[in-house]
């Protein structure tokens, strides 16, 4: 028996199975503290690109939180799934936020999620100059509760053209470079990538960029469920660290961002490449901590165009909580990124 149980098989079969043991015990850790996951909801728009990144960065690093980026595809869904409860954090549009909270949803803005980002686009062929040039044309909004309506809505007033100079459509963002192609409109305003796309179909050209008409432009933010923040504040702080750091670490590695992201957004890498590695960047994502003042204008704003119907407190809109006094590059390895993701 003895003879039988130090035979070289025996010897082979049971260094197998320590190496099995060996491997599965490295592969889950279980002297680490289980991850806590959550889901956040973001849309395929480079606005939202700290998403992906700080759900890349969840599953490469140690940090207390899980994070899974769920690709949507408009913000309805978001918000109904907000509501219901199925999602307890996402990305929205600062007015989209702003409404919700008027309307007493438990949600409050934790973050934002970028500067900048997006671009008024028309005709190539068009010689207009200004937003006085467009006066009697049609412009695609993404939605009246935009941002990108607003930039524009404020354009009309301060170059002293009246609201209905101008003929808006809403239209679905990947839509509008095939429908400005088509000639169906004169032009739309909307965040990217479908800005670029119409420069590189050869049908459209920048009239503006947001920033020329709303210098440090916001248009999307983090957003988080009340009842997240009461039970689960280390996640809520975990997620807007990572948020934070994120944009801090994409601005300075913008390559490997559209890298990382493409296959979140299921996009062309070069496509968001061209977008993120563009001089001067048409998007950036530092100085997420939005103040009080620039909330206030994007309200005024809203309640001007009759969208937001009252003066909601920025105290009761934004937590500021869990934005880190001191903000560093995440931690990203793209040495493990194999190009595949499950969103």
Known sequence: MKQTLNSPAVRWTAGVIAAIVLLVVLRFKPWQKPQKALTVAFIPVTCHLTCPITDYASKTTTTGTRFDAM?????????????????????????????????????????LGHRDGSQVIIRKEDTAKSIVD?????????SPLSNENFVVRKAMKDQGLQPDDIKFQVLAPPDMPAALAAKAIDGFVVAEPFCTKSLLDGSGRVLYYAHDLWPHYISCCLVAHEDL???????????????????????????????????????????LNTILTANPPRV???????????????????????????????????????????????????AQFTGTVHP
Not at 134 to 142: F, S
Not at 316 to 333: G, Q, S
């Open 284 to 334: 950036s994502y530092t100085m997420l901590n939005p103040t009080d003042a620039e909330l206030q204008k994007v309200m005024d704003v809203g309640i001007e165009l009759g969208q937001l119907k009252k003066k909601t407190p920025i105290s009761e809109i934004i937590d500021r909580t869990y934005i880190p006094a001191e903000v560093h590059p995440a931690k990203i390895d793209m």
């Open 134 to 142: 467009m006066k009697g044309k049609t412009i695609a909004i993404p």
């Open 71 to 111: 690709r949507f595809t408009e913000f309805p869904s978001i918000i109904e799934s907000l509501k219901a409860k199925r999602l307890l954090a996402g990305f929205l549009t600062v007015p989209l936020a702003m409404k919700l909270r008027e309307q007493g949803a438990p949600i409050r803005i934790c973050c």
């Open 229 to 271: 923040i009461k039970t689960h504040p280390e996640q809520v702080r975990d997620l807007v660290r990572g948020i934070v750091e994120s944009g801090e670490w994409a601005e300075t590695n913008r390559a490997d961002a559209a890298k990382l992201a493409a296959p979140y957004f299921r996009q062309d890498e070069k496509l």
